[in-house]
């Protein structure tokens, strides 16, 4: 079934989705307020979320592999989170100070990942990548950040940088061009980003060796999560924590997505130790979160005691105790057990896809880690941003609208996400959805 005929069966099953998207534009530019999430002709609406299931504004119900990007690592509404967030709103809902359970989860959160001896909570993942990357030029004083190509790490003006270029534009493979993601990204920014390539441990060193000295930080998210969940090769990361280490380079794991595949995120199931960590998503348990925090002695900048923080962190909803509650919540779900409960239902499903892809003779593959996957339409050995960005951007969209029409709802790319509250038998009714949409195109 070619795009256009997935997306009359679409049309025809959201005539409600599509009335409120004709309202909506009305009032915002293309009618919604999140760049990711759209889809033309446009995206359904969402009514209601339970455990693995979701509801859209024509009561259409679908299983949801996307967990609002991630997020949602428990399942829609889980009932010890929902507990929390009502207990804690009876009591009011944000102060103009700390409440006790800001401590609770910065606490829980050291817990598990000893790397961060001292924290900090935003409100957004942008917030604390825009936050580390400020802590790590002021404590270093040098200028430039350095980070891969392919790697999304928000939405402030210097991490916008070769997050899908065209390879035309970025140049050579080994010494990539920084090229700018949105429009309204200044070239001073440009100056002041390097850029790496995946997985490439000597191209790195020369282009540490060459701008080194410079550079304040080394921002990695340890799976490029939204380059095609490309694992680090053996040895990578440690090699990239010796050499920062060696040129006085500030190493930030952006765990905003990695968080979710160990009990201790990413640097635990690798074994590396990241000066500054950034977090989001998971931590708030659904609701606006991020956090960063790493070595007590460059957190120490915001320290506002004894004459004064050298940065200032604002932010009215910062800690907020309804976020801090249903973050702690979601955590204290998320024991071990849990975790090996996330691993099988990862490779239950990515086990499934390739079996099919296999037996359907169809050229393509599936990577990721715990619980997360991304389906891939080639062949081709994925080590990189290139060698994961599809040749033929259609293809991962029929498959994504030809999902949506059979019931299941993952990202336009190609990225799912599993939530525990996903069974085995819904583990496989995404692949047999796969099966069907793949057998009809
Ligand atoms: C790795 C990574 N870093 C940072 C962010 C930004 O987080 P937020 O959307 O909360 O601003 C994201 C969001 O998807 C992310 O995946």
New binding site residues.
């Given amino acids: 079934m070619s795009l256009d005929k997935e997306v009359t069966e679409y049309t025809s099953k959201t005539a409600r989705s599509r009335a409120l998207h004709e309202e909506a534009v009305a009032v915002m530019p293309g009618g919604n307020s999140r760049t990711t999430t759209f889809f033309d002709p446009y995206p359904f609406y969402f009514q209601r979320g339970q455990g693995a299931h979701i509801w859209d504004a024509d009561g259409v119900e679908r299983l949801d592999f996307n967990g609002n990007?991630t997020s949602l690592v428990l399942g829609h509404a889980h009932g010890d989170v929902v507990k929390a967030v009502q207990g804690v709103a009876e009591n009011g809902l944000s102060f103009p100070g700390p409440t006790e359970h800001e401590i609770r989860l910065a606490e829980a959160i050291t817990r598990r990942m000893p790397s961060l001896e001292s924290l900090r909570f935003t409100n957004?993942?942008?917030?604390?990548?825009m936050n580390a990357v400020r802590l790590a030029r002021a404590f270093t004083g040098r200028p430039k950040i350095a980070k891969f190509e392919g790697a999304?790490?928000?939405?402030h003006d210097w991490v916008m940088v070769s997050v899908s270029p065209d390879p035309k534009a970025a140049g050579n493979r080994k010494r990539p061009k920084p090229v700018a993601w949105s429009a309204g990204i200044p070239p001073a920014v440009l100056k002041h980003v390097v850029v790496l390539p995946w997985n490439d441990q000597e191209a790195c060193a020369e282009i540490l060796a060459k701008d080194g000295e410079q550079i304040a930080a080394l921002i990695v998210?340890p799976i490029l999560?939204?380059a095609g969940l490309i694992s680090p090769a053996d040895g990578f990361l440690p090699w990239l924590r010796e050499e920062t280490q060696r040129r006085g380079i500030v190493l930030i794991f952006?765990e905003?997505?990695s968080f979710r595949v160990a009990w201790g995120g990413a640097q635990e199931r690798f074994g590396v130790r990241p000066d500054l960590t950034?977090l989001?998503?998971i931590i708030g348990g659904g609701l606006p979160v991020?956090a960063f925090g790493g070595r007590r002695d460059i957190m120490a900048l915001y320290d506002p005691r004894q004459g004064g923080a050298r940065i200032s962190q604002g932010g009215t909803f910062n800690a907020n105790p309804v976020t801090m509650a249903a973050g702690l919540a979601t955590l204290n779900a998320l024991t071990p057990e849990a975790y090996a409960r996330l691993d099988a239902l990862g490779e239950r499903l990515r086990g499934g896809v390739s079996r099919l892809l296999t037996a359907t003779r169809r050229k393509g593959q599936v990577s990721g880690v715990g619980s997360l996957f991304w389906l891939h339409w080639t062949t081709e050995k994925l080590t990189d941003y290139r060698s994961a960005r599809p040749k033929d951007g259609e293809t991962p969209l029929r498959v994504f609208m030809g999902l949506v029409n059979e019931g299941i709802l993952m990202t336009q790319r190609g990225l799912g996400a599993i939530a525990l509250a996903t069974s085995d038998e819904d583990a496989d009714r995404f692949v047999n959805a796969l099966a069907r949409v793949v057998a009809r195109q």
């Fill in positions: 990007y957004s993942g942008t917030e604390a990548t999304f790490h928000g939405t998210d999560c939204n952006d905003v997505i950034t989001g998503k991020g």
